[in-house]
């Protein structure tokens, strides 16, 4: 058996190809020198198929872990592949003809992928064929060495003379002999996005995955296997991060023998992807990590691949503007007067940018009307978005625009003059979400016109910054512009046109900055960050909520790409009402704003937002690039919840506790700091919230800080919130 192995700074990865050309895979897991086949075990197996290699019956694909399943070779296991032959013959039998490794990582025409400069990283591509049904499969591996990353993505092309037909292709899939593992995964609901579940993996196929369109509320493309015991600071784990917005799977099962097999890629539910002769299916980009270290290791290497390797363009690093939405103080009753007045009172609060939520063209003055018209509504602004923007840029404050391009109303001219441009089935009543179709993106021309009518929008006025939002879950998924419907196909490609769309935008906008939206948090993943630095992360604003929200989302998505704003209160969503000083410090750990009528605010509100805006502009480096770490029950169950950022050389941090429910003569908590060095002394900066009678020393040293902790204070009534700085001292 030949072997092909990649290497990271701590990790090792690799597959064997056996003579008749199989891929196996031998290992991923800590970095090691040997030839891990060793450790593949293949004694006879009863009721396991034996392919004719010329081996014995000890030779079974059903036991052996393999790097690109198929169904068709004797494994019963959950295929990667499925191939279906135009007679209906389901199953294909890959053989490794070459591989090649260089330099550099690769890119995915029109998908997101991963990328970092050419010295940085290296490419694997392993081919594959299946001669009798005329199939080919590459297998791509970018290897990111100063991350443990390893990113996977398969192309499968008809290269025989029959039309094949594709009824599951994942991107990648991993066998790991050892455990027992558990799951990770990050499912919710609208207003409650990616909290975390955690499961044994057994016999039973653990599954997850979104049919909506979207990567969705419900569903996160991330998730992470881990060692049974393994925790925040120990233990093996790792993590597979979908660069995908659309339809998904993660699954993960035990094997007869306790081997896992965990895979993610695209959904194969009514999948059915067709292939003529000469077509091929590119799967998305999967970014694996590794740390040997725990789970808070490995959301530093996925904070920065996404931040440093997924987003682009000059705000991927760059600290974002503090700005004001007026969707929770307005909803789509105001006038370009109450916007100005919003912009107005932001300026004089230190607030940088004004976004012009929905309801700014067209007929829409409610949700029932108008989207997809993107004609500025004149009467309504009481001028041009031109003079708008225009007043508000002489205000010192950049503007901003919310768009939804995917979606039309059908009381909308655009839905007139095109009904066979929404995705719905002839002669059926569509499914209707917040009352609104879908567009179907899968057709350029339908891309290219919504498009063309944004930009004319955008070219008028002066518009830096963009919010793509997109309101609604895909149904009636049926494309008028062909005649045999493909589910997947149309669903793959609709997820195609808005990255086009995207893509476009980054091009003739290149200072643009544009924040994904999905209702909040459903499109929240890393194929949306490749296009958009920052993803508004939930509805729900309020402050608790997003404790846990944010909790789970910084598995795996670094702070700098979570949209979160400070909203009034009672809260629009829930409401609770909670201080303004906790409001403030839940929305620093992300891209901060504010969501609310400034002129609503006393005088001493305003002024704590004047110190919130100075402190998160001071803060962001530490808060973008430093090490985030979970202190304490970011779930909302606990006594108090804690995070924390520390600079990459420990020299500075920033501490965030919130008290929880309030408790009758409660024991002292303590939040103990990590990743702090334990023999530097540090200086404590409260920069809010209050004593409650307890005296802090001004400076404690990292071993101090880490080992006991900071008692949170004991203060009357629940939700306060702490912040300190930690800067070690001089
Ligand atoms: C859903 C978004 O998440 C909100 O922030 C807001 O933009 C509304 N859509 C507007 O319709």
Redesign the pocket.
């Known amino acids: 058996m030949k072997t092909i192995t990649l290497t990271t700074d701590h990790a090792t990865y690799q597959m064997g190809v056996t003579d008749a050309g199989r891929l196996l895979h031998t290992y991923f897991g800590p970095r090691v020198p040997d030839d891990m086949g060793y450790a593949i075990a293949s004694p006879d197996r009863p009721f396991s198929g034996n392919p004719a290699d010329g081996l014995d019956l000890a030779f079974s694909l059903d036991v052996l872990p393999l790097e690109y399943p198929t169904y068709g070779v004797g494994d019963y296991r959950r295929a990667a592949l499925d191939v279906r032959t135009a007679d209906g013959t389901d199953g294909c039998d890959l053989r490794v003809v070459s591989w090649d490794q260089h330099e550099g990582k690769y890119a995915l025409d029109g998908l997101p992928a991963v990328h970092a400069a050419a010295a940085d990283a290296s490419t694997l591509e392993v081919k594959l064929a299946d001669e009798l049904i005329g199939l080919e499969v590459t297998l791509r591996y970018g290897v990111i060495p100063g991350l443990d990353a390893i990113c996977r993505s398969a192309t499968v092309t008809n290269v025989g003379t029959e039309p094949l037909v594709v009824s599951r292709a994942l991107s990648a899939s991993l066998d790991l002999v050892g455990g027992p593992y558990d799951l990770i995964t990050f499912p919710g609901r609208y207003g409650m996005e990616r909290i975390p579940e955690r499961s044994a993996v057994g016999h039973a196929l653990a599954s997850v995955g979104s049919i909506r369109g979207a990567s969705s509320h419900q569903a996160n493309p991330f998730a992470i296997l881990a060692e049974h015991g393994c925790d925040e600071d120990h233990g093996t784990c790792w993590s597979m991060s979908f660069l995908y917005s659309g339809n998904f799977t993660c699954e993960a099962q035990q094997d007869q023998f306790g081997m896992t097999r965990w895979a993610m890629g695209l959904s194969d539910q009514m999948f059915e992807y067709p292939l003529a002769p000469g077509e091929s299916l590119v799967c998305p980009e999967v970014a694996m990590a590794f740390s040997a270290d725990g789970l808070a290791h490995l959301s530093h290497l996925n904070h920065r691949l996404v931040r440093e390797h997924v987003c682009r363009g000059p705000w991927a690093l760059r600290r974002r503007p503090v700005l004001i939405?007026n969707?929770e103080a307005t909803g789509f009753d105001f006038t370009g007067e109450k916007i100005y007045d919003i912009a107005r009172e932001a300026a004089d609060l230190g607030i940088e940018m004004v976004v012009l939520?929905?309801?700014w063209f067209g007929a829409r003055d409610g949700?029932r009307a108008g989207l997809g018209d993107w004609v500025v509504n004149e009467g309504k602004l009481g001028g041009t978005l031109g003079e708008l923007s225009r007043r508000i840029e002489g205000l010192g404050m950049g503007f901003g625009l919310?768009i939804?391009p995917e979606m039309v109303n059908e009381d909308s001219d655009l839905y007139r003059a095109h009904p066979d441009w929404a995705l719905t089935v002839p002669g059926r009543e569509p499914i209707r979400g917040r009352n609104q179709l879908v567009l179907d993106f899968s057709r350029p021309e339908v891309v290219d016109a919504v498009f063309e009518a944004i930009c004319k929008v955008v070219d008028a006025a002066h518009v830096s910054y963009l919010?793509m939002?997109c309101?609604r879950s895909m149904a009636d998924v049926y494309s008028h512009a062909v005649v045999h419907q493909s589910f997947g196909k149309t669903m793959y490609r609709f997820v195609l046109g808005t990255y086009s769309f995207l893509e476009r935008l980054i091009e003739r906008y290149p200072q643009m900055l544009i924040e994904g939206?999905?209702?909040?948090g459903g499109r929240f993943d890393a194929g949306m960050m490749y296009y958009t630095p920052q993803v508004?992360c939930s509805?729900d604003t309020d402050a608790i909520e997003r404790v846990r929200i944010q909790g789970g989302t910084s598995y795996g998505y670094p702070a700098s790409a979570v949209g979160s704003h400070v909203s009034a209160v009672p809260n629009a969503q829930i409401g609770r009402s909670v201080d303004l000083e906790t409001r403030g410090v839940v929305a620093m750990s992300g891209t901060f704003g504010y969501e609310l009528d400034p002129a609503r605010l006393t005088d001493a509100e305003c002024d704590v937002v004047r110190r919130q805006v100075v402190d998160y502009k001071r803060l962001w480096p530490l808060i973008a690039e430093g090490d985030y770490y979970r202190l304490g029950a970011q779930d909302g169950h606990g006594d108090f919840a804690a995070w924390g950022f520390v600079s990459p050389d420990a020299g500075q941090a920033l501490l965030d506790v919130v008290s929880l429910d309030a408790r009758c003569n409660a024991p002292v908590s303590y939040v103990r700091c990590k990743g702090l060095d334990p023999a530097v002394v540090y200086s404590l900066e409260l920069l809010c919230g209050e004593g409650g009678g307890q005296a802090m020393p001004t400076e404690l040293s990292g071993a101090a800080l880490m080992a006991c902790g900071v008692p949170v204070p004991q203060v009357p009534g629940e939700y306060h919130a702490w912040q300190w700085v930690l800067s070690a001292r001089g």
């Open positions: 939405n969707w939520d929905d309801g949700d919310w939804e919010k939002d309101n939206c999905c209702g909040g508004w509805d």
